[in-house]
């Protein structure tokens, strides 16, 4: 059993700052990738930024050059830095990784959501 969670969401001003983190626990083998994801209101779920084993990142385009995905592979633990915020930033987001259980078994992971609000 594999469990994500997510830490550091709450309420921002527009152009502010926060972090969020999220913790993998159970059995796990290795993670292929890990990162995050959004649900607007009214909106389908979203890549915001993932962070592969290899290192390799992808990022949504309205986020590139605001946000910052960092993993620390020893503690299974992915992190989202979230500079120059904005209220279209607003959601839940979600914490996601790709993880092999055991060698041969893989499975698609998500956390339960924390929630970003950016408002004055």
């Known amino acids: 059993q594999v469990q994500l969670v997510e830490s550091g969401g709450g309420l921002v001003q527009p152009g502010g700052s926060l972090r969020l983190s999220c913790a993998a626990s159970?059995?796990?083998?290795?993670?292929?990738?890990m990162g995050w994801y959004r649900q607007a209101p009214g909106k389908e779920r979203e890549l915001v930024a993932t962070?592969?084993?290899?290192?390799?990142?992808k990022y949504e385009d309205s986020v590139k050059g605001r946000f910052s995905v960092s993993r620390e592979n020893a503690k299974n633990t992915v992190n989202l830095e979230m500079n120059s915020l904005l209220p279209e930033d607003t959601a839940v987001y979600y914490c996601?990784?790709?993880?092999?259980?055991?060698?041969?078994?893989?499975?698609?992971?998500w956390g339960k959501g924390t929630l970003v609000t950016v408002s004055s």
């Open positions: 159970g059995t796990i083998f290795s993670i292929v990738d």
């Open positions: 996601y990784a790709r993880l092999y259980s055991t060698p041969h078994a893989w499975g698609d992971y």
């Open positions: 962070r592969n084993s290899g290192g390799g990142t």
